[in-house]
């Protein structure tokens, strides 16, 4: 490790998470916060943007990401990515006190999205404004990227990013989701998380034949038959990888039917698939439709995925190898930062990082703080986990790119 390490304040990085989580920001409506993230860089001068994201078809959004760079003195030198979004899921109403309210008790953070992921981003925020203000000279740039959407449907922020060219120079990528706590396997802070598992999601329509409710007998029950494709899908065997563990399905939902005495004539499937690398689209569709020919029902049925703004929008799976100088630099970092060396693992669910490391191509690392109660009430983050994010963080980038 270098001799010029940058530094992360703790108390600095307390206040700075508290002020983030005291703002409301669920997915959709993170204008408040992106202005704030936006201020906060401006005034380190530490030259943000707004990056314009819009999905007018679907889900009819309007929102804006924010980046900032530093420039290294090599153009040719690697630039490494560090990611975190700033919305949360909505607002949850078990909570018993103020979801907004920051609260800090036995070295921990209470707020809806304290660990997923406004710790995170809160400690890439200061990991940034470290590597700015040390005297460590890096010769490859580091962008920082703060993205909306990440809790909705489509991850719109991450996705934008992508296809205005963000990722097109980048090299590498750290996105600082909270990973053990949905981890493969159990395992315990500091932790490097090095491959997710994909997702699709099955939009199967079926269609029966309407009749009286009296004479069931005399139509075909929509319903019915999804309750029997549900059943089958179920048990549908799935793919399986060393480092990601197996596959799974879900069904999620079913809707048909009415109060009215009749025989169900509509249902609506949506079946969650967690894939795992070497599962393609073209598979997990064929594997769908495979069931429903085997599967001795009357109703017609129309298996796909649901509806994107674009085809590639997809959460593919990835694994990053432990050799990678990313990966390596990480782990140093951890040492030196914790000094004991971390634990490697792989996440069980999606997320942005499956965009950086499937779809841009990007080595991408989770490294993030821990919690509980993520999407729940009584949600919190271990406030010594941020600090040692962010420093690690600081640090791997010293190491890689100076």
Known sequence: MTESAPTVEYDE??????ELVRIPSP????????????????????????????EPDITEYEGDNVVARLEGSDPDAPTLLLNAHMDT???????????????????????????DMKGGLAAVMKAFEALAESDAELRGDVLLTAVVDEEGPYGLGTDRLIRDGYTDDCDMAVVTEPGPILAQEDIENPALLLGARGRFLYDIEVRGRAAHGSKPHT??????????????????????????????????????????LSVPERARLMVD?????????????????????????????????????DDDIRYGPYVTEENHPLVESLTG???????????????????????????????????????????????FVVLDDVVEVADIVAHAAVDLLG
Do not use: M
């Open 89 to 115: 899921v909505l607002l949850v109403d078990d909570w018993e006190e103020d979801p907004t309210s920051g609260r800090i008790e036995d070295g921990k953070l209470y707020g809806q999205g304290a660990c």
């Open 13 to 18: 990085t307390v206040s700075l998470l508290q």
């Open 273 to 309: 698939r967690h894939v795992v690398v070497g599962e393609t689209e073209a598979e997990v569709l064929a594997d769908a439709e495979r069931v429903v020919s085997e599967l001795d029902i009357e109703s017609e049925v129309d298996v796909g995925f649901r509806e994107a703004p």
């Open 333 to 379: 970092a951890t040492r030196n930062v914790t000094g004991t060396d971390p634990a490697y693992g792989y996440f069980s669910s999606v997320g942005d990082f499956n965009y950086l490391g499937d779809r841009a191509g990007l080595p991408t690392v989770i490294l993030g703080p821990d919690g509980e109660n993520i999407h729940g009430a009584g949600e």
């Open 27 to 54: 997915y959709f409506e993170e204008a408040e916060i992106s202005e704030f993230v936006y201020d906060w860089l401006d005034e380190r001068g530490l030259d943000p943007e707004y990056h314009h994201v819009s």
């Open 219 to 260: 139509g075909v029950n929509a319903v019915v038959d999804a309750g029997k494709l549900a059943a089958e899908l179920d048990e549908l065997e799935t793919g399986s990888h060393p480092k990601l563990g197996d596959g799974s399905v879900c069904p999620l939902k079913i809707e048909g039917g009415s109060q009215t």
